[in-house]
C-alpha cells in the first residue's frame, strides 16, 4: 500500500509525465539550432579593412575612421591568438570596431590567422615580439610614436606582457577579460596543473593543437550551456517577427564566430600550459624574455582592465586582483554584466563598455597629461 493519498499521487504522476515532456522539448530545441546553423553562412565582420602588413598567418588589418566625425586617437585591438578577430567586430550595431569608428579613433586590427609553418616552434615571446611589430607597423601608418593598445582575452596577456617590457609605443593599456593571475580557481587553471597532462607529448603527436583537442574543454566548464542555448533559441520562438530575425541574426553570427576555431601553436600551447597556467609566472613576476624579466610591475602606462561578473573561462579574480600590482597610478578596474563573450556582445555589456572604452581613451590622450 502506498504512503501517498490521491493528491499525492496524481501530483507525483504529473512530474513523471513532465520529464519526457521537457526530454522532447529539448529534442526539439537542439534540432532548431542545428537547422537554424545549417542555413546559408551568415555575413560576420562588416566594417571594411585594409591589409596594411602580414606575417606568418597574421594580419594587420586598418579601419578609418567614420568621415565627417572629429578624430580621435588610433587604437591596436589585439584578439586572443586561438580566436578570430570578428568577434569585436561581429555584425552591424555589435561591434566594437564599429563603436570606435563611429566615435573617430582610427582603429587597428590583428588577426592571427591558422597557424601554420611559419608559427612552428614559435614561443610566446615570439607571438609577443609579433605582435610589437604589428605595433610599430600601426604606428607608422597613423604617423604617431603612440597609441592605446587593448587586449582580448589571451591577447590582453600578450599585449600585458609587451607592455612590462617598457614599450614606449603604447599609450594605454586595455585589458579585456585578459587573464592575468592563471592560478584561480577556475576549472582550466585545475586541469592544465594537473601530473598528468603533458603539453610535450600533446604537441609531439599533433604539432599546432587542433580545436577538436581544445573545445570539448570549454564545451566542459559549462555542461548544459548548449542545451540552455538551445533553450534560448526555441523560446525566442514567441518573439514577434522583427525581433525574431534580428535575434536569428545575432544568433547565427555568434554560433559562427564560436564554432570558427582556431588551432593553438605549438610552443606557445607548451609556454600557455607550463609558464603561464603551472607556474603563474607573470603574475609571479617569473617570466624571462630575452630583453629581460616580464613583471607586472613594470608596466608603467595606464591600464584599464576590465573583466565579465559571469565569465568561466577568465573568473574576475584572474583578471583583476593583480591589477594592483602595475606601476602606473592612473590605472581602473571594472567588473561589467554577462559573460566572457556577452561582455562583448551582450546588451548590457554593450551599453556600458563601448562608453566605457571612449572615454578611457579621451582620459589619456596621446600628447596629453598621463
Not at 592575468?180 to 587553471?189: A, I, K, M, R, V
Request: charged share 20%.
Amino acid at each position: 500500500m502506498t504512503p501517498f493519498g490521491p493528491t499525492e499521487l496524481l501530483r507525483r504522476a504529473g512530474a513523471f509525465t513532465a520529464v519526457p515532456q521537457a526530454l522532447a522539448r529539448m529534442h526539439g530545441a537542439m534540432t532548431l539550432a542545428r537547422l537554424t546553423l545549417e542555413r546559408a553562412p551568415v555575413p560576420v565582420a562588416p566594417s571594411p579593412a585594409v591589409v596594411l602588413a602580414s606575417e606568418g598567418a597574421a594580419r594587420l588589418l586598418r579601419y578609418d575612421a567614420m568621415p565627417g566625425v572629429p578624430a580621435r586617437d588610433p587604437i591596436l585591438l589585439c584578439p586572443s591568438l586561438i580566436n578570430r578577430l570578428y568577434v569585436l567586430d561581429l555584425k552591424e550595431g555589435i561591434s566594437v570596431v564599429e563603436a570606435l569608428r563611429k566615435a573617430g579613433h582610427r582603429v587597428y586590427g590583428i588577426d592571427w590567422g591558422e597557424p601554420g609553418a611559419a608559427e612552428r616552434g614559435v614561443s610566446f615571446e615570439g607571438f609577443v615580439l609579433r605582435l610589437a611589430r604589428f605595433l610599430d607597423a600601426a604606428c607608422q601608418d597613423a604617423n604617431t610614436d603612440k597609441l592605446h593598445l587593448l587586449g582580448h582575452c589571451l591577447g590582453g596577456t600578450m599585449a600585458t606582457a609587451l607592455a612590462a617590457t617598457n614599450d614606449a609605443r603604447i599609450q594605454s593599456l586595455i585589458n579585456l577579460t585578459a587573464p592575468l593571475s592563471f592560478h584561480d580557481q577556475g576549472l582550466l587553471s585545475k586541469w592544465t596543473r594537473a601530473p598528468f597532462f603533458d603539453p610535450e607529448v600533446v604537441v609531439a603527436a599533433l604539432g599546432h593543437v587542433p580545436p577538436w583537442f581544445t573545445q570539448p574543454a570549454f564545451q566542459i566548464l559549462k555542461p548544459m550551456g548548449q542545451p540552455a542555448k538551445a533553450l534560448r533559441l526555441f523560446q525566442a520562438l514567441d518573439k514577434p517577427a522583427g525581433e525574431l530575425d534580428a535575434f536569428l541574426e545575432t544568433f547565427r553570427c555568434l554560433e559562427t564566430w564560436i564554432n570558427d576555431n582556431v588551432s593553438i601553436p605549438d610552443r606557445f600551447f607548451v609556454d600557455l600550459v607550463g609558464k603561464l597556467y603551472r607556474k603563474d609566472a607573470l603574475a609571479r613576476g617569473e617570466l624571462q624574455f630575452a630583453t629581460g624579466p616580464v613583471a607586472l610591475d613594470r608596466v608603467r602606462v595606464p591600464v584599464f582592465t576590465i573583466a565579465a561578473a559571469e565569465d568561466h573561462i577568465v573568473p574576475p579574480a584572474s583578471a583583476t586582483d593583480v591589477a594592483r600590482r602595475f606601476a602606473n597610478p592612473q590605472c581602473k578596474t571594472e567588473v561589467l554584466p554577462g559573460g566572457h563573450i556577452g561582455v562583448v556582445v551582450g546588451g548590457l555589456g554593450r551599453k556600458r563598455l563601448w562608453p566605457a572604452l571612449i572615454a578611457w581613451m579621451d582620459q589619456h590622450k596621446i600628447g596629453g597629461v598621463a
